[in-house]
């Protein structure tokens, strides 16, 4: 299945059967720009042979670890996260200069006629020694980029720096659209999980719209905490 919105990215295997799009509640997915130029990626029903597969492994950070839940080892990448059962994978891209090797999103529902999520997360990597400066960069894109409608860039606050030692950083943004109807949320946060890992900088961020009609259809904030806390170098 392929989805759109104001924005659309790329995903790197052979391409797919067109299929309904599928917008993200607040605005779309996320942009991910390659060279500058936005193109489309296809969300696979089925295995992606060219993605990293998920680990099948049952280690966790969580004391009580969720047999249901996906543990996700992303070798290329360089992190270990977790994400709810009912997300998909949506295999990778690029979002600027940062390497994108997985993405996962929430469960997908229909509204006046188009399918929806409410959630994506996403981990990729690069070349850096500023952990904080990688995360900010991909936030700060995914909000630019991602909920710009008709030209007016959102209203963003942050970023919020959670924790910050120079090898571990995690912050978040807050989004607000200038836009909205019955589809679509009024707001999103931003979050992000960055790691020194030798030359490079490992990223994850989950970016979840929040409130609206459909907020159920995704994350709770335990399980917002849950994939977040869950992010570590495996």
């Keep these: 299945m392929s989805y ?21 509640a607040l605005a779309v997915v996320v942009v991910l720009v390659v060279g500058g130029v936005v193109t489309a990626i296809a969300m696979n029903s089925g295995d992606d042979p060219a993605a990293p597969r998920p680990s099948t492994s049952a280690s966790s950070t969580s004391s009580t670890p969720d047999p249901d839940w996906q543990p996700v080892d ?22 600027g200069r940062i390497r994108l090797t997985t993405s996962y999103v929430s469960r997908p529902f229909t509204c006046q006629g188009r399918s929806m999520i409410q959630a994506q997360s996403m ?50 943004v807050e989004v607000t659209t200038k836009s909205a109807n019955a589809c679509y949320a009024p707001k999103a946060t931003i979050s992000a999980v960055a790691l ?30 849950r994939i977040l806390e869950s992010v570590r170098l495996p």
């Design 123 to 172: 981990a990729g990597s690069v070349i850096d020694d500023d952990a904080e400066g990688v995360a900010t960069e991909l936030v700060k894109r995914i909000a630019a980029d991602g909920y710009t409608i008709a030209d007016v860039p959102p209203e963003v606050t942050g970023p919020t720096v959670e924790t910050g030692d120079g090898e571990v950083v995690r912050l978040s």
């Design 196 to 225: 020194r890992n030798g030359p490079k900088v490992s990223v994850f961020a989950l970016n979840v719209a929040e409130g609206g009609p459909h907020v159920a259809e995704g994350p709770s904030e335990d399980d917002v905490r």
């Design 4 to 24: 759109t919105g104001l924005g659309v990215y790329q995903q790197q295997p052979p391409k797919r059967p067109n299929r309904a799009p599928l917008w993200i």
């Design 74 to 95: 992303d070798s290329q990448a360089g992190l270990f996260y977790e994400v709810p059962p009912s997300w998909k994978s949506t295999g990778g891209g690029a979002s």
